[in-house]
């Protein structure tokens, strides 16, 4: 299984920019589909955005597109998430997620369940 590790988060004003990275280990790392989730006190971890193992399709959920892109460099092991005009409901611990294998259906990358490796998260908070 790959490690993951992110970074990124922080505090920012509504309205403001953040980019999340997530640094995976290995040398398998462009086989991988990636995803983001992302978890609010008190609420069940949710889909963010996923991309596949090449880059070449992604996924967002309704309450980020438009606003936030996600991307991913092979060459570097690194999968991003560029998150603009955001807001206070965006507050949550957000993590990066890999599953292994050439994968592209919606269905199975909008999924936490479907997804093996899990980095430690990243804290967002946004103020009002």
């Known amino acids: 299984q790959v490690q993951l590790v992110e970074s990124g988060g922080g505090l920012v004003q509504a309205g403001g920019s953040l980019r999340l990275s997530c640094a995976a280990s290995?040398?398998?790392?462009?086989?991988?589909?990636m995803g983001w989730f992302r978890q609010a006190p008190g609420k069940e971890r949710e889909f963010v955005a996923a991309i596949t193992w090449s880059g070449g399709i992604t996924y967002y959920a309704d309450s980020v597109q438009g606003r936030f892109t996600v991307s991913r460099d092979n060459a570097k092991n690194t999968v991003y998430l560029q998150m603009n005009s955001l807001k206070p409901e965006d507050t949550a611990v957000y993590y990066c997620a890999a599953r292994a294998g050439i994968v592209s259906s919606q269905s199975t990358l909008t999924r936490s369940a479907n997804f093996g490796s899990w980095g430690q998260g990243t804290q967002v908070t946004v103020s009002s």
């Open positions: 290995g040398r398998t790392f462009s086989s991988y589909s």
